[in-house]
């Protein structure tokens, strides 16, 4: 089954709440090889300012996990999965992530494209923190290589 | 910091090489919640016409920013942007790991409208003597 052309435009409804534990910033800083006190001491990122530790760049992508299950979970999607590969990753910050955060993410399908036999499917899902404020925006490029 | 003062495009940031071995990806995937099973078992990476285990592509995106949040005082808020294109997969053997090396050299520099002076940091990441991340670039406030 193709893709379906008519996604693009679509939004799934908001993630349910995500809280940032502190000890899951910590476990995913070692994971990324992080080395910064920031991301792994809250004596450290309070003195910079900081609530609590700060969560590395790339953490978002945990948020956004959840909304990428919604798009590959669609059945009217026509995404199968074991044909997608990950084609580019962007990450664009209003504000860092940081532990006690309760997030939410809504992932909206920006556009479906053909090249190749393949398809292009590019969701942005946008990372809201519990007062409604924008903390980040990822965009996802997936390639969902074509049959045979 | 001082040490942003007449940096200049093309100049190197930040250098860093990186050793990953399979426990590598284990840890990234209980902490990220990948549990593709193509980057713990050489048979099913294999059976989808992988040479092996790969590390997951968010490990590699994950582990080239470091350098530059280093650089940056260890201050992972002053990343504004950051994006990478996946364009080869970093093999990691069950014996012997990966090595991955990162470059981070000015690309641009830049004053917003609101008078913020940030740099567009470009990273180039290596495997095996090949490149494995593609417009790989990374926008920092330096104040």
Known sequence: ?148 | MSAREGLAVGDVVAERSFHLTRDTLVRYAGASGDFNPIHYRDDIAVSVGLDGVLAHGMLTMGLAVQPVVDWLGGDSGKVLDYQVRFTRPVYVDAEAGADVTVVAKVGVLETLQDGRATARIDLTAAFGGETVLGKAQVRVALA
Do not use: C, W
């Not at chain 1, 900081?50 to 590395?56: F, G, K, N, T």
């Not at chain 1, 199968?80 to 990450?91: E, I, K, L, P, W």
């Not at chain 1, 664009?92 to 190749?116: C, N, Q």
């Not at chain 1, 393949?118 to 404020?133: I, R």
């Open chain 1, 1 to 148: 089954m193709p893709v379906n052309a008519e996604l693009a435009g679509r939004s799934y409804p908001p993630s349910p709440p995500y809280l940032v534990g502190r000890e899951k910033v910590r476990e995913f800083a070692r994971a990324v090889l992080a080395t910064s006190p920031l991301n792994l001491d809250p004596d450290a990122a309070r003195a910079a300012g900081y609530a609590d530790v700060v969560a590395p760049p790339t953490f978002a992508v945990v948020v956004q996990e959840h909304t990428l299950a919604q798009l590959l979970d669609d059945p009217d999607s026509g995404i199968d999965f074991s044909r997608v590969v990950h084609g580019d990753q962007r990450f664009s910050f209003t504000r860092p992530i940081v532990a006690g955060d309760e997030l939410t993410a809504t992932l909206t399908v920006t556009s479906v494209k053909s090249l190749g036999g393949h398809s292009m499917v590019t969701a942005e899902t946008a990372v809201l923190d519990a007062d409604g404020g924008h903390v980040v925006s990822a965009i996802s490029t997936l390639v969902v290589r074509g049959g045979e």
